[in-house]
C-alpha cells in the first residue's frame, strides 16, 4: 500500500483543491492535530485551549461554580458537531 500523502503538501488553489476532485486519492490522507489546555490561576472554572495558532477560553455558569464569561466546554463540542 502507498503511503498517506501529506494535506499540507496539497495545493490551496480552487479547482486543485482536493476537496474540488470528485475522488481522494487511493492512498488517502495523513492528518495529526494536536491541541493543549490548561487551567487559568485564580480562576476555578475557566480554562484555556489553544490549538495550532488559535486560542479558545471556556468556562462554566455561574450556577457551577463559574462566571459564565465564555462557552462551556460542552457548548464547544456543540459547536463543532454543527461545523
Known sequence: MDTPLDHMKESMVPGERPIDKPDLPRQGY???IAADTETIE????????????FEVLCDEPGMMGGEGAHPTPLGYISMGVGF
Open 42 to 53: 485564580g480562576k476555578l472554572h475557566l480554562r484555556r485551549g489553544r490549538c495550532g495558532k
Open 30 to 32: 495523513v492528518l495529526t
